[in-house]
């Protein structure tokens, strides 16, 4: 199939890729020049494992290009995706601005039947106005060309992009044609994964609820942590005891100082202030963002007890991204726990293996180093923000000696508490009882 996708980002590369390795000829559009050379080059403007390997590999093979010409893309193409950002507005709503966009410049360069598919994380109703757009389009060149808009929500993790795009546990296409849904299945038939096929708007709000359910998740483990830590109950058991229920489950049931990235705050506020236009509050969302909001503050609140002033103690903050395996900053829980510190007047040297040139934008004026030996060296404190392999793998021993004061506050539960313990640390984690 000759495919269009529209918005080169994290989810129109990676969903490119995939496309391309079931054979499929893809071209891949951004308005990004930069962005796009470097693509041509199989360079990705973020990190993300195995997919620049694989992007040598499908260029040569000619199964996938990159062009900022939308026009002769959207003409080369019967599936055309848009993949482009949906961020929040200043009071939460999606700002679907680019998507609206790019239905307006389908609308004034198609020329025969196309199915456009929206991928990008869209409000309800989204498919309805791309399509009205579409129409308007056409209506100012007199022409009278049919299509079909279609909701194929996207699923993938950061930092398991690729592996989430080739092997997606479900698909959901939210069309409502048959010729529609017979294109779209045709597209995933080598793929091996449950298939659901709704309305658009189905679809719509099945992305919305996926996203606010894992984040639900997540604030109710964080907020039961607070309350088990009081009470000396181990909040690690008690998620593991929970998740061996198969109607509970043991995912995303991991307490720690929030959840952050691109997508579950973005996609938390935009259901919220769907809710709150259509006049069907959705209050769990409230309490769910303000436990996210305060989890990192909670947390601080703790380390500033433990160590008193913390004006000129020196912190070692190990990983920065909003989850391993990314370079993503977005939303991440190292911005306020740094913001917190700085404001406390300590002293800070942070590590992480991707994150750092993003971090230095916002806070240019503390050490960063380039492992996280080097930034504990002389600390009060470490606090283990991400959970980078090469981070809890470090030799906990060796650290120990090396800094001023062995308070280790472990942001993750990533490490083995009782350890810790024995190698002479004052371990804190999250809802864990006091050692
Ligand atoms: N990042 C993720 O892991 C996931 C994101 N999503 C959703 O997918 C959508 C895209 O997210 P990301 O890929 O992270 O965004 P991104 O910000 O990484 O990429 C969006 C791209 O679209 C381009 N763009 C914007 N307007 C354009 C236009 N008119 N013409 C051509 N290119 C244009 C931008 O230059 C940018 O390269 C969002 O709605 C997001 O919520 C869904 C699942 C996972
Ligand atoms: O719409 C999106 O963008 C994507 O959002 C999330 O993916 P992502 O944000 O990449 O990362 P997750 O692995 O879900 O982690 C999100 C945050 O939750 C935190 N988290 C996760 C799980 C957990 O048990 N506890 C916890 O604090 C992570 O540390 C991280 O900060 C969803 O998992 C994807 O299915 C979805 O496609």
Same mark, same amino acid.
């Given at each position: 199939?000759?495919?269009?996708?529209?918005?080169?980002?994290?989810?129109?590369?990676?969903?490119?890729?995939?496309?391309?390795?079931?054979?499929?000829?893809? *071209? &891949?559009?951004?308005?990004?020049? $930069? #962005?796009? +050379? =470097?693509?041509?080059?199989?360079?990705?403007?973020?990190?993300?494992?195995?997919?620049?390997?694989?992007?040598?590999?499908?260029?040569?093979?000619?199964?996938?290009?990159?062009?900022?010409?939308?026009?002769?893309?959207?003409?080369?193409?019967?599936?055309?995706?848009?993949?482009?950002?949906?961020?929040?507005?200043?009071?939460?709503?999606?700002?679907?601005?680019?998507?609206?966009?790019?239905?307006?410049?389908?609308?004034?360069?198609?020329?025969?039947?196309?199915?456009?598919?929206?991928?990008?994380?869209?409000?309800?109703?989204?498919?309805?106005?791309?399509?009205?757009?579409?129409?308007?389009?056409?209506?100012?060149?007199?022409?009278?060309?049919?299509?079909?808009?279609?909701?194929?929500?996207?699923?993938?993790?950061?930092?398991?992009?690729?592996?989430?795009?080739?092997?997606?546990?479900? *698909? &959901?296409?939210?069309?409502?044609? $048959? #010729?529609? +849904? =017979?294109?779209?299945?045709?597209?995933?038939?080598?793929?091996?994964?449950?298939?659901?096929?709704?309305?658009?708007?189905?679809?719509?709000?099945?992305?919305?609820?996926?996203?606010?359910?894992?984040?639900?998740?997540?604030?109710?483990?964080?907020?039961?942590?607070?309350?088990?830590?009081?009470?000396?109950?181990?909040?690690?058991?008690?998620?593991?005891?929970?998740?061996?229920?198969?109607?509970?489950?043991?995912?995303?049931?991991?307490?720690?100082?929030?959840?952050?990235?691109?997508?579950?705050?973005?996609?938390?506020?935009?259901?919220?202030?769907?809710?709150?236009?259509?006049?069907?509050?959705?209050?769990?969302?409230?309490?769910?963002?303000?436990?996210?909001?305060?989890?990192?503050?909670?947390?601080?609140?703790?380390?500033?007890?433990?160590?008193?002033?913390?004006?000129?103690?020196? *912190?070692?903050?190990?990983?920065?991204?909003? #989850?391993?395996?990314?370079?993503?900053?977005?939303?991440?829980?190292?911005?306020?726990?740094?913001?917190?510190?700085?404001?406390?007047?300590?002293?800070?040297?942070?590590?992480?293996?991707?994150?750092?040139?993003?971090?230095?934008?916002?806070?240019?004026?503390?050490?960063?180093?380039?492992?996280?030996?080097?930034?504990?060296?002389?600390?009060?404190?470490?606090?283990?923000?991400?959970?980078?392999?090469?981070?809890?793998?470090?030799?906990?021993?060796?650290?120990?000696?090396?800094?001023?004061?062995?308070?280790?506050?472990?942001?993750?539960?990533?490490?083995?508490?009782?350890?810790?313990?024995?190698?002479?640390?004052?371990?804190?984690?999250?809802?864990?009882?006091?050692?």
């Amino acid at each position: 199939m000759n495919i269009a996708v529209i918005g080169a980002g994290y989810v129109g590369t990676t969903t490119s890729v995939a496309f391309a390795e079931y054979g499929h000829k893809v *071209i &891949v559009v951004d308005h990004d020049l $930069k #962005k796009i +050379e =470097k693509l041509q080059q199989s360079i990705l403007p973020f990190y993300e494992e195995g997919i620049e390997d694989l992007l040598k590999v499908l260029i040569t093979k000619g199964n996938i290009s990159f062009t900022e010409n939308v026009n002769s893309a959207i003409n080369q193409s019967d599936l055309l995706f848009i993949t482009v950002g949906t961020p929040s507005l200043d009071d939460g709503v999606a700002d679907i601005s680019y998507v609206e966009e790019v239905a307006r410049t389908i609308g004034q360069h198609m020329n025969d039947h196309k199915i456009i598919v929206i991928k990008s994380t869209v409000p309800i109703g989204t498919g309805d106005k791309v399509k009205d757009i579409i129409n308007e389009e056409l209506a100012n060149r007199n022409k009278q060309i049919p299509f079909d808009v279609v909701s194929n929500p996207e699923f993938l993790r950061e930092g398991k992009a690729l592996h989430d795009a080739r092997y997606p546990e479900r *698909i &959901v296409i939210g069309c409502n044609s $048959k #010729k529609a +849904e =017979k294109e779209m299945k045709d597209l995933y038939k080598e793929v091996n994964a449950q298939l659901l096929i709704t309305s658009v708007k189905d679809a719509e709000m099945i992305k919305y609820a996926s996203n606010t359910f894992l984040a639900t998740k997540i604030s109710f483990i964080n907020e039961l942590a607070r309350l088990c830590e009081k009470m000396g109950v181990d909040i690690t058991n008690v998620a593991k005891g929970m998740g061996l229920d198969s109607r509970i489950g043991p995912q995303f049931l991991h307490a720690g100082i929030g959840y952050g990235g691109s997508c579950f705050p973005k996609d938390v506020k935009a259901l919220k202030a769907l809710s709150l236009q259509e006049k069907i509050p959705l209050h769990i969302l409230e309490a769910v963002t303000h436990i996210n909001d305060t989890q990192a503050e909670w947390f601080m609140q703790k380390v500033k007890n433990t160590l008193g002033d913390l004006s000129g103690k020196r *912190i070692a903050i190990l990983g920065l991204t909003f #989850k391993p395996d990314t370079d993503d900053i977005r939303e991440a829980s190292s911005i306020k726990i740094i913001d917190f510190l700085i404001k406390n007047q300590a002293v800070i040297s942070a590590y992480d293996p991707k994150g750092i040139e993003h971090v230095k934008k916002i806070f240019p004026s503390i050490t960063y180093t380039s492992t996280p030996f080097e930034a504990l060296q002389g600390a009060d404190a470490i606090i283990l923000v991400t959970e980078w392999k090469d981070i809890i793998e470090i030799d906990w021993k060796a650290a120990k000696n090396s800094m001023n004061q062995p308070f280790l506050f472990d942001g993750r539960n990533a490490l083995n508490a009782s350890r810790m313990v024995k190698l002479g640390y004052s371990y804190f984690g999250v809802g864990l009882p006091s050692n």
